[in-house]
């Protein structure tokens, strides 16, 4: 007892007196300076510059619960309803479904809890691999000379990887706590861009290599809870279902029953194996799964594990992302040549001359991970009727203001009128071209969550009919709203859908994918009730 209050006196009196010892510190105070000013880059968070060690660390106090900690606390409404409703658990009434309730809702069903949060950022080696594909894993040890013994198995490239992480950034004379951008020196723009389209987040616009890799960082953390959070979820379902395959179904099943289960499973038959040799397998391969619940060898969601499961839920990755890639590609079977020219063109991807619009679309399907260049005349797209006036009139270019001034000008004048003196400005660069890029920045902020709000329909119908969209007769004014979000979300950000993340599609495909186990487990209990009611 008297060591217990020692321990506790020496600790108040520790955390009193402002300690530096481990227990007061937090991750970031053992970070180089260039990775404190990372942090806050990434995160959007203004510091000056220059600014010694002990500014940044207080800036980074100031925000670090609400960033790295808890970041739904930087959340709207919208977004947090959402997470609750992923969750399984409704938001309170209305009445009470103020952000404040909210927050305090999500917290309840977070993750994980504030300390695990924070001890998580001591050693980021332990979780930023993760969500990396295999092949940008092999390319990181390729190039930072890294042995990976053959067959290059997922969870061992990813062992060694964590291994040699911290001797490879030294190696290179970087930091390693918040990694810059060495960690991504063998990522493509492509690569970026389509981690972030797997991960339902729009890349940043405009956009550079710098931003993207910044964008992937600055998200990692809660994309591997996600994937961890998804991949427990399709273990636990796995494994419930396991648990009802008693040995009298087992004894049920018929010998190609039993051939089927093993098929499915990956269970390797000798040729000639016998009704009961073919029983004892099943039995021993429950056994083995049961003890094994995925968390080693299927830690995580992104390639193949060694276990069966773990395979099944990669292939549900797998086949998630392939029905986002195939959602945005029936979307572009209806674009118009212009529309499919106007793609390219915002991505800089050249246009043959005379290419036939099978030709487009392929095109444009081959750089559906490819990231817009910055700010471009069809950004104007989007951008409400009174924020072209206002641009218009505030442009400085004299036609523009006479066309922003007309009250008779219709929404596709103005947009031309935009484009036409944005694409001036460009031309000439300098203040003009600066307080266009600045109004843009403004405006598709401003306008993020609430475009085409204030659309009238007969604007909405112009805007799909730009995408060659046909709208069905009757279309109600939030259907032509919803289908015009979806057309322009496509259109900036290719494959990625912000709205519906990649992970409720891969929710609902390891659902389909580990159906046969429960039909495998139903079809063994209707035999087995059958043969005890025979023996009876």
Not at 82 to 87: E, N, Q
Not at 226 to 236: E, P, R, T
Not at 472 to 488: C, F, H, I, V, Y
Request: proline share 3%; charged share 25%; glycine share 4%.
């Amino acid at each position: 007892m008297r060591l217990a209050n020692l321990f506790t006196f020496v600790l108040a009196t520790d955390l009193a007196l402002g300690s530096s010892n481990w227990f007061s510190k937090a991750a970031y105070n053992k970070w180089h300076e260039t990775e404190l000013e990372r942090w806050l880059s990434d995160n959007d968070i203004p510091y000056p510059t220059p600014a010694d060690r002990k500014d940044l660390e207080n800036l980074i106090q100031k925000n670090w619960d609400n960033y790295a900690v808890a970041p739904y606390k930087n959340w709207n409404t919208e977004k947090l309803t959402a997470y609750l409703t992923s969750k399984g658990v409704g938001a309170k009434g209305a009445a009470e479904a103020n952000k404040e309730s909210l927050v305090s809702q999500v917290q309840a069903q977070w993750y994980e809890t504030e300390d695990k949060a924070q001890h998580a950022w001591e050693d980021t080696k332990d979780w930023i691999l993760d969500t990396w594909t295999d092949s940008t894993l092999k390319s990181f040890a390729d190039k930072h000379g890294i042995p990976v013994p053959q067959p290059r198995k997922r969870d061992t490239l990813l062992q060694q990887v964590r291994s040699n992480y911290e001797k490879a950034a030294k190696k290179a004379g970087e930091a390693a706590s918040y990694p810059g951008n060495w960690l991504y020196e063998t990522w493509s723009e492509s690569d970026l861009k389509e981690w972030l389209d797997t991960h339902g987040l729009p890349a940043p616009q405009p956009t550079t290599r710098d931003k993207l890799i910044a964008a992937v960082r600055r998200n990692s953390r809660l994309a591997y809870l996600k994937s961890q959070a998804q991949l427990d979820s399709a273990s636990a379902r796995v494994n419930a279902a396991y648990a009802t395959l008693t040995d009298k179904i087992i004894d049920a099943w018929s010998q190609s029953q039993l051939k089927e289960f093993c098929d499915k499973n990956g269970i390797s038959v000798p040729q000639g194996t016998k009704t009961n040799e073919l029983r004892a397998l099943v039995r021993k391969h429950r056994a083995e799964f049961l003890e094994d619940t995925l968390s080693d060898s299927a830690a995580s969601a992104f390639g193949a594990a060694t276990s069966k499961a773990g395979n099944q839920y990669a292939k549900a990755t797998n086949d998630a992302s392939l029905a986002v890639q195939e959602a945005f590609n029936e979307a572009v079977g209806t674009w118009s040549n212009s529309r499919l020219k106007a793609y390219l063109d915002a991505r800089g991807v050249p246009v043959p001359q005379a290419s036939k619009t099978d030709q487009l679309r392929a095109l444009v399907r081959r750089n559906s991970h490819k990231a817009a260049v910055g700010f471009n005349k069809w950004t104007w797209d989007d951008l409400s009727y009174q924020n072209l006036k206002e641009y218009l009139v505030n442009s400085g270019d004299s036609a523009a203001k006479k066309v922003g001034e007309s009250s008779s000008a219709t929404r596709e004048e103005l947009v031309r009128a935009a484009q036409d003196a944005y694409a001036s400005a460009s031309s000439v660069g300098g203040g003009s071209y600066a307080s266009a890029t600045s109004y843009l920045a403004q405006a598709t902020q401003t306008v993020k969550d609430s475009v085409f709000d204030t659309w009238s329909e007969s604007e909405l119908k112009s805007y799909l009919d730009s995408y060659g969209v046909q709208v069905p007769q009757g279309s109600t004014l939030n259907e032509l709203r919803a289908e015009a979000r979806k057309q322009s979300t496509y259109f900036k950000y290719g494959t990625t859908n912000p709205v519906d993340t990649a992970f409720a599609k891969i929710s609902e495909s390891v659902k389909g994918a580990y159906q046969w186990v429960l039909d495998q487990v139903g079809a063994g209990a209707s035999e087995a009730k059958k043969k005890t009611k025979n023996e009876l």
